[in-house]
Nanobody, 121 residues
Framework: QVQLVESGGGLVPPGGSLRLSCVAS????????MGWYRQAPGKQRELVAA???????TYGNFVKGRFTISGDNAKNTVYLQMNSLKPEDTAVYYC???????????????WGQGTQVTVSS
């Protein structure tokens, strides 16, 4: 089994910063991608940022240089540094890992439990 544990969400005023972390543990054979998604009330889940095993970075159009994704393969951890936060960034943020475990023969997506980010004065 594989487990993902997120941390770092909370309440922050507009213009503030937060750093999210997500650690994967369990029977991990290999990780081929890590990322962050978010879902606001009444909206579909959308990509925030992703990093491939080759180091290619992808960001949602709304990020506009405000967020930075990074990964630590040795620690099976992905981070999301969020700066210049806006009220419209308010959402539940989910981490995502594409993992091949020792149990399954092919990679599959695993999701964190979600962490609330609220941007409000």
């Amino acid at each position: 089994q594989v487990q993902l544990v997120e941390s770092g969400g909370g309440l922050v005023p507009p213009g503030g910063s937060l750093r999210l972390s997500c650690v994967a543990s369990g029977s991990i054979f290999s990780i081929s991608g890590m990322g962050w998604y978010r879902q606001a009330p009444g909206k579909q889940r959308e990509l925030v940022a992703a990093i491939s095993s080759g180091g290619m970075l992808t960001y949602g159009n709304f990020v506009k240089g405000r967020f930075t994704i990074s990964g630590d393969n040795a620690k099976n951890t992905v981070y999301l540094q969020m700066n210049s936060l806006k009220p419209e960034d308010t959402a539940v943020y989910y981490c995502n890992f594409r993992i091949r475990s020792y149990i399954t023969s092919s990679p599959r997506d695993y999701w964190g439990q979600g962490t609330q980010v609220t941007v409000s004065s």
